[in-house]
């Protein structure tokens, strides 16, 4: 009984986080990026990681457990990129402003399979029924940039304005880049441009 015990223990690794799991996760990511989700078959990504089926429906119980939990995690990273150490009190709003723009640009040039399958299931509707809200992501991130310009507000930098407004636009100039990036193939200096964002939205057009 006890051989019995140890030899199942050996042919089942931890289903948490293992080399194989990492695997078949990186390799669906690149595939499901590149050619969506209805175009990639399981054994196209066990191909690619290295592994076996059996060890996909271990893992993720189905192709969609699988797509649904790299968009969780994809999406959750995108969302902590706008919101680096926000909590340092040290930051003046403009601060936190280019600091959280620099970040999510630079993470979505160094991340750009997870970005693209983002958006990809965002406007392709390939969003599977326990995958993220992307409009509760998105909800999120203008939440994160409307308390940033409320503090500015607070703290006598930013005139009173109406901050749900703006902060969605500064999303939409935010997601312009996104677009530059995966489309036009674009490389940008993220700190630079986000000081180049956050000018344009302190200053407006206005030659003063």
């Given at each position: 009984?006890?051989?019995?015990?140890?030899?199942?223990?050996?042919?089942?690794?931890?289903?948490?986080?293992?080399?194989?799991?990492?695997?078949?996760?990186?390799?669906?990511?690149?595939?499901?990026?590149?050619?969506?989700?209805?175009?990639?078959?399981?054994?196209?990504?066990?191909?690619?990681?290295?592994?076996?089926?059996?060890?996909?429906?271990?893992?993720?119980?189905?192709?969609?457990?699988?797509?649904?939990?790299?968009?969780?995690?994809?999406?959750?990273?995108?969302?902590?990129?706008?919101?680096?150490?926000?909590?340092?009190?040290?930051?003046?709003?403009?601060?936190?402003?280019?600091?959280?723009?620099?970040?999510?640009?630079?993470?979505?040039?160094?991340?750009?399979?997870?970005?693209?399958?983002?958006?990809?299931?965002?406007?392709?509707?390939?969003?599977?029924?326990?995958?993220?809200?992307?409009?509760?992501?998105?909800?999120?991130?203008?939440?994160?940039?409307?308390?940033?310009?409320?503090?500015?507000?607070?703290?006598?930098?930013?005139?009173?304005?109406?901050?749900?407004?703006?902060?969605?636009?500064?999303?939409g100039i935010m997601t312009?880049?996104?677009a530059r990036i995966l489309?036009?193939?674009?490389?940008?200096?993220?700190?630079?441009?986000?000081?180049?964002?956050?000018?344009?939205?302190?200053?407006?057009?206005?030659?003063?």
């Amino acid at each position: 009984m006890c051989n019995g015990e140890e030899n199942s223990s050996e042919r089942l690794p931890d289903r948490q986080e293992s080399p194989v799991k990492e695997a078949i996760s990186s390799a669906a990511l690149e595939l499901f990026a590149q050619n969506g989700f209805g175009q990639t078959s399981v054994r196209d990504i066990v191909n690619k990681a290295g592994t076996t089926l059996p060890m996909v429906y271990y893992y993720f119980d189905s192709k969609q457990g699988l797509y649904s939990y790299i968009l969780r995690q994809a999406a959750a990273r995108l969302l902590d990129s706008t919101d680096p150490d926000q909590t340092r009190k040290s930051l003046t709003a403009i601060e936190r402003l280019e600091t959280g723009i620099a970040s999510f640009i630079h993470f979505c040039q160094a991340n750009e399979a997870e970005v693209q399958l983002i958006f990809q299931a965002w406007f392709a509707g390939d969003l599977p029924p326990d995958g993220p809200s992307i409009i509760g992501i998105y909800e999120k991130m203008v939440r994160q940039i409307a308390a940033i310009l409320q503090s500015g507000i607070e703290s006598g930098e930013f005139r009173e304005l109406d901050i749900w407004e703006a902060s969605q636009a500064l999303i939409g100039i935010m997601t312009n880049y996104v677009a530059r990036i995966l489309v036009g193939n674009e490389a940008f200096r993220p700190v630079e441009q986000s000081q180049r964002i956050v000018e344009l939205l302190a200053k407006g057009l206005e030659n003063t």
